[in-house]
């Protein structure tokens, strides 16, 4: 039996080594808890046959409360009644309360995801107390011993919830079972449900990964490196002074090249052959550094604000289209606007005004 301790701690130890390098969010004190409601049967192993191991299978009920540390450690408390095994007078004819160790064994090896997968398998090593009850067995107390497994399926999206299938042996330290119980170790099988608790710190029912890649020997490391900087007398190599010499840095002034005025029909933004054959005329002008600002305009004197607006916008738009697309002149050398009575006379106003500026670049 202290063989079987001692490879059940140093087996957590290394568990718990492997899940420090688990990348997740932290969970806090608590971790992830979850309790659990289980129904089942028991027997025991000394049986003489399988005849009397079915004979002697008696009920039993339990309770867990536990939590994950981590993906692949936890622990929980067990709480079992069994019935009918002693033929005392009392509910329970015995009961054990057994503290566990949990391993989830297919974040152990699989590795943890992101989300627990749907089928989990997890091995349960624990000891607690164990009592039995009233006539015509004595009181007593006993250790017990425990080593077990699971077999949880995962439900629902969230996966808050778990049917759980649990095989577990138990040594006790008396007698039970109307004496059967020869070696003294018994077969418990139950199934059970497990509600997993939602933790509002990763607001989700299991653990969350991060992306961070560290481990806490990295972090170990740089802390180390950081207090070695800390504790370092600064080393003064030079002194350097800087003089700042501020510039002045004239802004061009735009000279004025040429002007024309391209005019619509009433209510209209199409183009005649005529204005067409201004424009391809005046587009001779423009040259690499100068800028050209087309205003499209409107008669504010007829037609609504809103309509006026978007006829001025357009007619500008028809320009620049054929300045872009038939005759090659660069995207970046228009500067648009739009403005009413741009012309101060019925037939400008209904124009888009074009003006050639040229920047001096040294």
């Known amino acids: 039996m202290k063989k079987i301790i001692s490879l059940i701690i140093a087996f957590t130890i290394g568990i718990m080594g492997f899940a420090q390098n688990q990348n997740y969010e932290y969970v806090g004190s608590f971790g992830m808890p979850y309790f659990s409601v289980n129904f089942g049967g028991a027997s025991p192993l000394s049986a003489d046959s399988f005849g009397d191991f079915i004979d002697a299978f008696r009920p039993t009920a339990s309770v867990e409360i536990g939590t994950w540390v981590t993906p692949v450690y936890g622990f929980s408390v067990v709480g079992r009644g069994f019935f009918n095994t002693t033929g005392s007078y009392t509910f329970f004819d015995e009961s054990n309360v057994i503290a566990n160790a949990k391993v989830n064994m297919s974040n152990f090896f699989g590795g943890y995801k992101g989300a627990p997968r749907r089928v989990e398998v997890v091995a349960v090593p624990g000891f607690g107390w164990g009592h039995g009850y009233g006539k015509p067995v004595t009181h007593h107390n006993t250790l017990n011993y425990n080593l077990g497994g699971e077999l949880n399926v995962n439900l629902g999206k969230a996966r808050a919830a778990q049917i759980n299938f649990k095989p577990t042996v138990t040594w006790l330290t008396y007698d039970n079972f109307y004496n059967l119980n020869r070696t003294r ?5 139950e199934v059970g449900f497990t509600y997993k608790f939602k933790n509002h710190r990763v607001n989700s029912h299991n653990f969350v990964t991060n992306d961070y890649r560290y481990s806490q020997a990295d972090y170990d490391a740089l802390q180390a490196k950081l207090n070695e900087a800390l504790n370092k007398e600064p080393v003064v190599k030079e002194v350097v002074t800087e003089r700042v010499v501020e510039k002045q840095v004239e802004t061009p002034i735009p000279t004025f090249v040429g002007k024309t005025f391209i005019t619509f029909d009433l209510n209209s933004d199409v183009l005649s052959p005529t204005e067409h054959a201004k424009i391809v005329e005046f587009s001779k002008q423009i040259k690499d550094n100068m800028v050209v600002h087309i205003v499209g305009s409107a008669d504010s004197g007829t037609g609504t604000e809103s309509r006026n ?39 400008t106003s209904r124009a888009a005004v074009l003006t050639i500026e040229e920047f001096d670049v040294d």
Do not use: H
Not at 185 to 189: G, H, K, L, N, T
Not at 312 to 336: C, M, Q, W
């Open 185 to 189: 170790a018994i077969f418990v099988c």
């Open 309 to 347: 607006t978007t006829l001025a916008e357009n007619r500008a738009k028809a320009v620049k289209d054929v300045l872009i697309y038939e005759l090659n002149v660069p995207a970046s050398t228009f500067r648009l606007s739009t403005s009413f009575d741009a012309g101060n006379s019925v037939q």
